[in-house]
C-alpha cells in the first residue's frame, strides 16, 4: 500500500492529527501531505517536519484533486462537511479509503455499494461529536449486552468549552472550532425519545428548552443535538425508551443565545441590504418590531423581555451588537454579521486553554437488579492555542485509525462510523496512551 497520508484542510481542529502523524512516520515510514486553501497555513502546521509536505490546494481544480488522491494511500478530509462529496467521489474513482470526522450526508451513503466493491472504506463520524461518543458509548453498551442486561436510557452530551481558569466573559465561551458551526448550530429539528415518546423541538424552540445538566459537581445548558432517534438502530437499542444525544454550554448560555435566534440573526439564508454601510446597532435595529420605542438597547430590553441590570442583557451588550461601529462586510447574512462580530470577541488568546466535556449517562436492569446506573465522563483540556482540546478530540481518532487502517488493524469495508469494536477498542486504547480517559462510575 501507498504510505502516503493526504490531509485536506488544516483548520483549527487539525494540529494535533498532523502532529501525530507525523511524530509517527518516520517508525511507520509514511509521508504526509497536508493540502490547504491556505498554502502558509498547511507550512505552519507542518513545521519543517521532513516526512511533511505543504501544498496549496483548490477543491475545485479537477487536475490536482486526481493527482494527490491518486498519490496518497489514505485521504482523511477536514474540509467543511458540504465539501466532502468531491473528495469522496473521486476516492470512489480511484479506489481510495476516506475518513472524515463529519456527519455520513445522503450523497456519502449513496456511494456506499461502490465504496464495498472498491473493496475501500469510508470511515466517517470519526472526529470527537460525532465520533469519540460513538465509540465510548459503544464500549459500554457492548459491554451491557453482553451480561444480558437491557438498557432502557442513553443520554450523552457534549460541549466544546472554555477552560476555567480561561473564562473571563460573560458567555463563558471561546472558539475553538469552525465558528460558523458555532453560529448555525443546532438549525433544524432535534428529535428525541423519552419515556417511550417522541419529542420534536425545531430550532426557534430550541435554546429556550435547555435543561440543567450536572457533570461530576459542575452544571451545564444542555441541549438536544439533530436527530437521537437515527443512532437507535447503529447503537442496538432499536426499542429504547429514552434516548437522547445533547450539546453542553455554559449555564444560562442557551437563554442568552436565544435571544439572538428569536430575532432572526443567527439566519444564513440572505443577504442583508448594504450591509457593509450599516452598524452593528443599525443591524440589530432592524430585526427589532417597529412598533417597540427608544434606543435599540431600550427596544432590545422590551424584546427580550429582561431587566435592563440581568446577566442577560449584560451577555448581549457585552458582543457589541449595540455598538456605533460600522460593521464592513459586504453582502453578509445576519449569521456571517454575527460571525465576525463574535470572532473578535470569543477569541482563545495567548495562555487560554478551550476544554472538553463529555458524559454519558446508562440506565439499565439486569440479572442482578432493574435501574442500574453507569456514568461515563470525559474531561480534556487543551495545551495552548494551537494544540487545544478540541484539536486533540477530534483529530487524533482521526490519526489513529488512519494508522490502523494503513497497518490492516481495521479491515472492515464500505461506509462505516465507528462503532465496532475493530474500530474502538483499539482507537480508545491509544487515546489513553495520550491521557484521553474516561471516567465510569456505577450507581447500584
Not at 91 to 100: D, E, F, G, I, P
Not at 119 to 143: Q, R, T, V, W, Y
Request: proline share 4%; aromatic share 8%; with cysteine.
Amino acid at each position: 500500500m501507498i504510505r502516503n497520508i493526504l490531509l485536506i484542510g488544516a483548520g483549527r481542529s487539525s494540529a494535533s492529527l498532523i502532529q501525530y502523524l507525523l511524530d509517527h512516520s518516520k517508525d511507520e515510514q509514511w509521508t504526509l501531505t497536508v493540502a490547504d486553501v491556505s498554502e502558509e497555513e498547511a507550512t505552519k502546521k507542518i513545521n519543517n517536519h521532513p516526512n511533511g509536505r505543504a501544498i496549496r490546494f483548490d477543491i475545485n481544480d479537477e487536475k490536482q484533486r486526481i493527482a494527490e488522491i491518486g498519490a496518497a494511500g489514505i485521504v482523511i478530509s477536514m474540509l467543511p462537511a458540504n465539501m466532502h462529496l468531491p473528495v469522496a467521489l473521486e476516492c470512489v474513482s480511484q479506489k481510495k479509503s476516506l475518513l472524515t470526522a463529519s456527519y455520513i450526508s445522503p450523497e456519502m451513503k449513496a456511494l456506499e455499494s461502490q465504496v464495498i466493491a472498491n473493496g475501500s472504506l469510508f470511515l466517517n463520524e470519526c472526529g470527537l461529536d460525532p465520533g469519540l461518543d460513538h465509540m465510548s458509548a459503544m464500549k459500554i453498551i457492548d459491554s451491557i449486552h453482553a451480561s444480558g442486561g437491557e438498557i432502557t436510557s442513553f443520554k450523552s452530551y457534549t460541549g466544546g468549552l472554555v477552560a476555567p481558569e480561561s473564562n473571563d466573559n460573560p458567555w463563558g465561551y471561546k472558539f475553538s472550532w469552525n465558528p460558523r458551526n458555532v453560529i448555525l448550530a443546532g438549525q433544524g429539528t432535534a428529535k428525541y425519545i423519552s419515556g417511550g415518546r417522541y419529542h420534536y423541538v425545531p430550532y426557534n424552540r430550541l435554546f429556550g428548552e435547555a435543561v440543567v445538566i450536572k457533570v461530576d459537581e459542575t452544571s451545564f445548558d444542555g441541549y438536544a443535538n439533530r436527530d437521537s432517534l437515527a443512532y437507535r438502530k447503529t447503537y442496538g437499542l432499536d426499542h429504547i425508551p429514552t434516548m437522547i444525544r445533547g450539546t453542553l454550554r455554559q449555564l444560562d448560555f442557551c437563554k442568552a443565545w436565544n435571544v439572538f435566534v428569536q430575532l432572526g440573526i443567527t439566519d444564513d439564508s440572505y443577504k442583508v441590504e448594504n450591509s457593509e454601510s450599516l452598524t452593528y446597532a443599525q443591524f440589530i435595529e432592524a430585526f427589532l418590531p417597529s412598533s417597540s420605542k427608544g434606543t435599540a438597547l431600550d427596544k432590545l430590553i422590551e424584546f427580550a423581555g429582561e431587566p435592563a441590570d440581568s446577566e442577560l442583557i449584560r451577555k448581549i451588550i457585552w458582543t457589541g451588537v449595540l455598538e456605533d461601529k460600522p460593521i464592513g462586510l459586504k453582502n453578509a447574512s445576519p449569521a456571517q454579521v454575527l460571525q465576525q462580530l463574535l470572532e473578535t470577541k470569543w477569541v482563545l488568546k495567548d495562555g487560554d486553554r478551550d476544554m472538553i466535556v463529555m458524559q454519558h449517562e446508562f440506565v439499565f436492569n439486569d440479572k442482578e437488579k432493574a435501574g442500574k446506573k453507569i456514568t461515563s465522563s470525559l474531561v480534556v483540556k487543551g495545551e495552548d492555542r494551537l494544540h487545544t482540546a478540541m484539536a486533540k478530540t477530534v483529530g487524533l481518532p482521526l490519526a489513529i485509525a488512519a494508522r490502523l487502517i494503513l497497518n490492516g488493524k481495521i479491515r472492515i469495508k464500505g461506509i462505516h462510523i465507528p462503532v465496532q469494536k475493530e474500530i474502538y477498542e483499539p482507537v480508545l486504547s491509544e487515546l489513553e496512551k495520550m491521557k484521553i480517559v474516561f471516567s465510569e462510575k456505577e450507581l447500584l
